[in-house]
């Protein structure tokens, strides 16, 4: 499951791209996703499944719980140089991809039949898969944004060049929050890829 801000999509993945600055950059950091958890408890299979339509993690944009959620969000950070023979041109770019997973977890005290247990690893092995399918989207879109600043052309003023490359980023943002559409709908959020519970 996706979302994105501030453009809607399934789930949750927030965009935010930086204005232009002159001065050093810090280098772009792309790490492994935050995993962030809810608590549930139940003894059959029925009863887990309630407590994550009720318990889990709201997505914004549908407005109802899933079972899973993933947020992401993407920044960039760019130079340039003025030069009378062609006026301003990116000089560096830097790029980063933030990502959060929320999924749930079976309080230690709860004592489930051998068969619902050994269903339920297996449905959270699927259901993570799914969830870093949706990082998978992030990544490529930091990886767009970065190529699509880094080879925009010089511009007239620097400033003409801030909106381009801005506009740039936000375009790769634009398609991710398409791109996490598709997964979901492709998908099913999950079930395809076995996460059906």
């Given at each position: 499951?996706?979302?994105?801000?501030?453009?809607?999509?399934?789930?949750?993945?927030?965009?935010?791209?930086?204005?232009?600055?002159?001065?050093?950059?810090?280098?772009?950091?792309?790490?492994?996703?935050?995993?962030?958890?809810?608590?549930?408890?139940?003894?059959?299979?029925?009863?887990?499944?309630?407590?994550?339509?009720?318990?889990?993690?709201?997505?914004?944009?549908?407005?109802?719980h899933f079972h899973a959620?993933?947020?992401?969000?993407?920044?960039?950070?760019?130079?340039?140089?003025?030069?009378?023979?062609?006026?301003?041109?990116?000089?560096?770019?830097?790029?980063?991809?933030?990502?959060?997973?929320?999924?749930?977890?079976?309080?230690?005290?709860?004592?489930?039949?051998?068969?619902?247990?050994?269903?339920?690893?297996?449905?959270?092995?699927k259901l993570m898969l799914?969830?870093?399918?949706?990082?998978?989207?992030?990544?490529?879109?930091?990886?767009?944004?970065?190529?699509?600043?880094?080879?925009?052309?010089?511009?007239?003023?620097?400033?003409?060049?801030?909106?381009?490359?801005?506009?740039?980023?936000?375009?790769?943002?634009?398609?991710?929050?398409?791109?996490?559409?598709?997964?979901?709908?492709?998908?099913?959020?999950?079930?395809?890829?076995?996460?059906?519970?």
């Open positions: 499951m996706m979302v994105s801000t501030p453009l809607a999509v399934s789930g949750m993945a927030l965009a935010i791209a930086f204005p232009a600055l002159a001065e050093p950059a810090m280098p772009a950091i792309t790490v492994a996703p935050q995993i962030e958890t809810y608590d549930i408890a139940g003894a059959t299979a029925d009863e887990l499944r309630q407590q994550m339509n009720t318990l889990g993690p709201v997505d914004k944009t549908e407005k109802k959620l993933t947020t992401w969000r993407v920044s960039w950070h760019f130079r340039w140089e003025r030069g009378a023979a062609y006026g301003c041109r990116i000089t560096g770019v830097d790029t980063g991809l933030r990502a959060k997973i929320v999924m749930p977890h079976l309080l230690p005290s709860v004592v489930l039949p051998v068969d619902v247990r050994t269903s339920w690893n297996a449905y959270l092995e799914h969830e870093k399918g949706h990082v998978a989207i992030g990544e490529a879109a930091r990886a767009d944004a970065e190529r699509s600043i880094r080879t925009l052309p010089a511009a007239a003023t620097c400033e003409d060049l801030e909106r381009a490359a801005n506009e740039a980023g936000n375009a790769a943002i634009r398609k991710a929050n398409g791109d996490d559409i598709a997964y979901d709908r492709d998908t099913r959020h999950g079930a395809t890829q076995g996460a059906k519970w």
